[in-house]
Structure formats: C-alpha cells, structure tokens
C-alpha cells in the first residue's frame, strides 16, 4: 500500500477541474517532482494531500500514522517569533520547549547586563531539566543546523546556491518521503528520484529522468496533436453528411447520428494545452564596443554594531557589448548592491563608489527587471501597468493593442483588469517580462527574472536571452540557467573581493578548487599597467634562469594524455552511483544506502584529484611551451 495518495480524485472551483479523475502513489522513501504550468493546481494538490482541502470526489489516501507537512509557497501572515522560535516550532513540543529555552537564556544575558534577571534564570534552570527529562538536547543540533543554512535576514528573498546545495544533500541523505515543486533544473535532476506532471487535470508519471521527460512530453504532445487533427477531421466529414440535403436527413442512419452527437461532445470537452509565453526582445542600436569599465571600485555599507560592511574593494572589470555576464554569492552579499554601482547614474538611484571610478561606453540604452517587483504599482490594474494607462504598445511587429499584447503572456481579457496586488507571483514575473519587453534596449539588467516562473516560461526566456545580440547583466541562483544564458560570471567570495571567472555557475564551481589550491607564495601577481602611449602593450617579464619550469617527463606526458579519460571514467562511476541512490527500494536497505553513499564521496574525492592533477600538468605544460 501507497504511503499517500489519491484515487479518482476531481476537485474543481467553478470553471474546468483541476484535478479530473487524478491518481497518484507516493510510496515510501520516495522523492516525486511535481511538474505543471503556472496556475495548473500543483498547490491544490498539496493542500488536498495535508488535509487542508478535500476533494469534491475520489479519496486521498493516508496510511496510518502518517504525518504530513508543507512548506507553503508564501510566508503565512499569521507567522509570529523569532527566526529561532519558528523553526524550532517544526519540532512539535520538544521544540516549542527549546524556543522557551532559547528565550529564556537571551533574557537572563540581558538581565545580567542590567543587574537584574532572577526570575528568567530561575525559569532557564526549570526549563533546562524539562529538557533533560526529554532527551531533547541533540534536537537543538537540528534547529542550529537549519538556522545557519537556511535560515535569511531578509525573509522575502529566495535560497541562495549555498543554501540550495545544502538541502540538496540534506533530503538526499534523509529517507523520509518527497513531494515538491520547483523550477530549479539543477535542483530537480540532483533531488527527484520521480517526475510526476499535471497537466490540465490529469496526473503523469514520467519516471526520474528530466532530459527524458522533456522529449517524451515533446512526442506525447506531437501524438496528441496529429490525433486531433484526425478526429477534427472525421468530424467535419460527419457533420458535411448531416446537412447534406433533405432527403439524406430523412434516411439517415440514427446510429450513425448518435455517434456524430458523441463526438460533438467529445470536441467540446476537450482541453487545449495551455498557451506558451510569446516573447521578442526590441533590440536598440547598438552600443559602443565599450559597455562598462571599473577601475579600482570599493564600496562599503556605513558602519554599524559591527563597523563598516565592505560590498567590493578594488574591482577591476569590463564589460563589452555583447557579453553575457553573470552575477553569483550568497543572500545579502551585495549582488543587487555592485549591479548599481555597475549602473551608475543609468539607473534612477544610482550608488556611487567610496573610491575608483566607473566609466559608461556610448549609446546605451538601460532595461532593468528588479528583484523585489517594486516598480510594479499595486494598486494599478495588470492592463494600465503595461504601457501607463495606454491602450497600443508599440513592438516589432508594428503597433498592437494592450489586450491582445496581454494574451500574449497568458492574461485573458478578464485577468487584465485585475489589480496587481491580487497577482500571484509567478503573474507578477509574467507582467513584468511583457512590460520590459514594450522597451527598447541594448542593455538588459534581469535581477532574478527566475523565481515563480514554471518551467516551460523559463526555457522561453532563456532562449530568447541566447538569441538576444545585446550586453546582458543576470543575477541568479538558478544553475542551470546560468550555465545556459551567461559567458562570465562574477562571484561575491566575502570582504570584498569579486572574482571574475569565464564561463556560467558549473564553470566556476570546476575552477574554484584550482584557484583555493595556489598556495599563497606561488599565487600569480597581477602586473603592473604599462605605461600611457601609443605603443604601450603588456610584456611579460623574463623569467630568470632559477625560476624556469622543467619539461614534463615522458611519465609525466603520458599521464596528461590519459587523465581526461581517467576522469571521464570516474564521473561516469559517479552518476551510476547517484542513479542507484534515486531507487526506493535501495533507500530503504540503510546498508546498501550507507555503502553508495560511502563510494560517492569516494569517487567526489577521486575525481577533484584527478581533475586538479590535470590542471597542474597542463599549466605546466603550457608554461614551458610559453
């Protein structure tokens, strides 16, 4: 028996059902991905499966014991307490018991301080053996973990990489049973060990691989379109008959009739697949060669409890036109914060550096998609938000009428005179793109354009951004979009310092051990500028004759021509080790799982081994043929 799940279960709210006759098994240890367009009901069905909905037919189906919980999609208006006080509450009574504690021990700090706190001390002493007779001290190793991965100081904000990386590895370690949604690519292929998809009101299985599920879905949908067009035209063939004159209706065949009537309804119960996001950037003139050029930026909040916070020091960087620049760190590091100071006075509130200048090429023209959608009015409607009350945009294409533009990104006529505050917030990013997209530009600035997309918008997007010719500046924490969209990227690797590496996330992430590996006294200095002149070009100093590189060894030359198979040979090892780890059934044998996992850290450490030996070889190799 399933361990949840829903039998013939419909449940609809006035127009067509979400949910039609759907079934779904979640079976133990299982980790289901929860795949749908926008607006499709994938939270519906996590409400019907925690009770918090019933169906209006079919079951949902518990087995006994079970305890259901769900991370809703918004922070709930209700939710009250400290950062500590609301994770802990997860825990149930043991938990609630170690916010009291936790309380407690901050009033007795304070009441220290000021010479007071008797009662609070004598309350933490009562508490601390409650907590004895509980056995609950190795629980608040579990609330102090998830505090310091996961916990924000701007709570409105998304995970970062670093905290999306965590809980990829926490709910891969953890045998308890999965269901999410998410647009994360890279998310989904390290966590699903099934993908389930609902779509118009039906449940699919279409088992754990993401790639595979992209071409089977592009061939169901091709199958289900050729067999449309088949029935349509067996229709229209039956209905020609019908009407064709007097005496055929006379004589005609009543079951033939009845067959034709079935068919009618049949064709009027059919449900199209949702509508695809049309999008077209309106590319400017082009810019000049230079974009942007920083020399020498620092930046640094003012200084608080903890003194000056620096942002960036001593940046050096320059964008071109035509790159594809990418923007990488943690919550709060300061992304959005050197993306301004990159701006300048392009932007409306531009940040101005403490020192070092940045310089603007010629002939740009500034787009920008923020973060916190503050500049969408809520109290506008969807249809006045697009071209401030007008009724034309003018596009590419020529001039179109708001309404028709607004379809183009899935708002019918109905929905565009809905204010802006009742937008979900995948409808908000959706109106955002189609207001961006009035505009003409040849820099385009998207400041986290990923979150609350479904997935089939936000392949749209990323192929419209490959496609674009003009300087684009992303931040992300969505991998596989940087990987797909941007040719560098610059990383907040804290106090500070901003590296620049080629390539998108992935790429980074493969030289970043290379680079922490350089010990400090053979760490490569950066050159001193040549100076101004015509005919000034950076020469690279001689290298003296006790510091000239030996030749590789015949060993050593060798070695380097079969590393990229040993390599390959490894990583491969490695993903037959992460595909047995997504079968339940090898989840459920903790010896068999321990022993996978055991052999995956293995092979983690066999390939950084080999691919830093690689490196090292190859740099030294080039070296001497320099």
């Known amino acids: 028996m399933a361990l949840l799940g829903l039998r013939d279960v419909r449940l609809a709210f006035g127009g067509p059902p979400l949910l039609d006759q759907a079934n779904l098994a979640l079976e133990r240890g299982e980790r289901v991905c929860l795949l749908g367009r926008n607006g499709a009901g994938k939270s519906t069905l996590m409400q019907l499966l925690d009770g918090t909905l019933e169906p209006d037919a079919g079951e949902v189906v518990r087995q006994g014991g079970l305890t259901v919980a769900r991370l809703e ?195 009027a119960a059919r449900r199209q697949q949702p509508g695809a996001v049309r999008m077209q950037a309106q590319e400017g003139e082009r810019s000049g060669r230079l974009v942007i050029e920083a020399r020498g930026v620092d930046f640094a909040y003012p200084a608080g409890p903890a003194g000056a916070r620096p942002i960036v020091r001593g940046l050096a960087t320059t964008i071109m036109r035509g790159d594809r620049v990418g923007f990488v760190g943690p919550n709060g590091s300061g992304k959005t914060t050197l993306v301004r100071l990159l701006l300048g006075e392009l932007v409306a509130e531009p940040l101005a550096p403490d020192a070092g200048t940045v310089r603007h090429g010629t002939g740009l023209q500034l787009a920008y998609f923020d973060q916190l959608r503050e500049r969408l009015d809520p109290d506008r409607t969807v249809f006045d938000s697009i071209a401030d009350g007008a009724d034309w945009v003018e596009l590419p294409a020529g001039r179109r009428h708001v309404s028709g533009y607004l379809q183009e990104f899935l708002f019918p006529p109905d929905r565009a005179r809905t204010p802006v505050r009742a937008l979900s917030g995948g409808e908000r990013n959706r109106l955002l793109l189609a207001r961006l997209f009035t505009r003409t530009f040849n820099l385009l600035v998207l400041d986290e354009p990923t979150n609350d997309l479904d997935v089939e918008t936000l392949e749209l997007l990323e192929a419209l951004l490959v496609e674009y010719e003009g300087t684009l500046l992303l931040v992300s924490h969505d991998r596989a979009f940087l990987d797909n969209v941007v040719t560098s990227t610059l990383v907040m690797e804290g106090a500070g310092r901003v590296g620049e590496y080629v390539g998108g996330y992935s790429d980074w992430v493969r030289q970043r051990p290379a680079v922490a590996a350089i010990p400090p006294q053979s760490a490569p200095k950066t050159p001193k500028a040549p100076k101004a002149g015509p005919a000034a070009t950076p020469t690279p100093a001689a290298a003296t004759p006790g510091e000239r590189r030996r030749r590789l060894s015949f060993k050593e030359t060798r070695e380097l021509a079969e590393l990229p198979d040993r390599i390959d040979a490894a990583e491969r090892a490695r993903e037959a080790v992460y595909a047995s780890l997504a079968d339940p059934a090898l989840l459920r044998d903790g010896a068999a799982a321990a022993a996978a996992k055991a052999r995956l850290a293995e092979l983690d450490a066999e390939v950084e081994a080999l691919t830093l030996r690689w490196e090292a070889l190859e740099t030294l190799a080039a070296e001497v043929g320099a």
């Open 73 to 267: 999609q918004e922070i709930p208006d209700a939710l009250a307490g400290t950062t500590y006080d609301v994770v802990a509450g997860g825990l149930g009574e043991v938990g609630r018991l170690l916010a009291r504690y936790h309380d407690a021990s901050h009033r007795v700090a304070v009441g220290a301080a000021s010479g007071g706190g008797d009662a609070a001390l004598r309350e933490l002493d009562r508490l601390h053996h409650q907590l004895d007779a509980a056995g609950a001290w190795q629980v608040q190793t579990r609330v102090e973990t998830v505090l310091e991965h996961l916990a924000l100081d701007e709570p409105t904000n998304h995970l970062d990489v670093e905290a999306i990386e965590w809980m990829e590895e926490f709910l891969v370690g953890r045998a308890q049973t999965l269901l999410f949604v998410t647009h994360d690519r890279a998310f989904l292929r390290r966590v699903a060990t099934r993908i389930v998809e609902l779509d118009r009101g039906r449940l699919a299985d279409w088992g754990s691989d993401y790639d595979a599920y992209l071409v089977r879905k592009r061939e169901a949908l091709d199958a289900e379109s050729r067999q449309w067009a088949e029935f349509d035209r067996k229709l229209a063939a039956e209905e020609r008959w019908v009407g064709t004159s007097i005496t055929a209706r006379r004589t005609r065949n009543e079951g033939r009739v009845r067959a034709l009537e079935a068919m009618r309804r049949e064709r």
